[in-house]
Structures are given as structure tokens and as C-alpha cells.
């Protein structure tokens, strides 16, 4: 069982950045794909980027592709999302993710998820 601790959400004006870590409880952090989800009030759960085990592949999704990137650093079973240039529309409950190797893009796919942190920004 993987337990999964985001941190790094807040408020911030349009513009800004703000970096989401997620740290996993579990050893074996190394074997797992990790994603990023968000959740607008009212929307359905959307895939924001995903990272493989190795770190050696990365994907992002095309409404924030050139503003957010992911990253992990295995040796502190950390992922992590770097966001930039922030938007109002960006604003929601940020969600990291783990499944085995593979990235996927699809909530369903996961297997073990975090409590969420809440990022809003504004205008």
C-alpha cells in the first residue's frame, strides 16, 4: 500500500508559479509511474502530466504543455510539478497518483492517490 502526501498548494495572483511535491511513503517509489490530476468544482477529474519510473519519460498535457513540468528525484520518493505562468483557469485540487512502471492518462488507471492540495489563482 502506497500512501501518497502532496504539499505546495496555495493562493497566487495570475502570473505566478508554485511548485507541488508529492512524497510516497513506499519504498519501492522507484517502480512506480506517477501522475499529476487536478479537479475543478464541478469538472471531471483531468490528467495533467505523468512521469515513468525511471524519470526517463515524461508527459504533459496540452492545456498546460510549456507551463508546467513534472520531475521526481527517487532517492527522496518525491515527485514533483513545477507550474508556471498561472492562469484563473488553472485553479483546482491537485491530486498526484501512482501506478506500476507505465505512464497513463486516465484516473481509472491509478492505483493509489493522495488527499489533494488546493491551488487557486487570481485574476
Known amino acids: 500500500q502506497v500512501q501518497l502526501v502532496e504539499s505546495g498548494g496555495g493562493l497566487v495572483q495570475a502570473g505566478g508559479s508554485l511548485r507541488l511535491s508529492c512524497v510516497a511513503s513506499?519504498?519501492?517509489?522507484?517502480?512506480?509511474?506517477m501522475g499529476w490530476f487536478r479537479q475543478a468544482p464541478g469538472k471531471e477529474r483531468e490528467f495533467v502530466a505523468g512521469i515513468r519510473a525511471s524519470g526517463a519519460r515524461t508527459l504533459i498535457a496540452d492545456s498546460v504543455k510549456g507551463r508546467f513540468t513534472i520531475s521526481r528525484d527517487n532517492a527522496k520518493n518525491t515527485v514533483y510539478l513545477q507550474m508556471n505562468s498561472l492562469n484563473v483557469e488553472d485553479t483546482a485540487v491537485y491530486y498526484c497518483a501512482a501506478r506500476s512502471r507505465l505512464i497513463a492518462t486516465t484516473s481509472a488507471e491509478y492505483d493509489y492517490w493522495g488527499q489533494g492540495t488546493q491551488v487557486t489563482v487570481s485574476s
Open positions: 513506499e519504498g519501492s517509489f522507484s517502480t512506480y509511474a
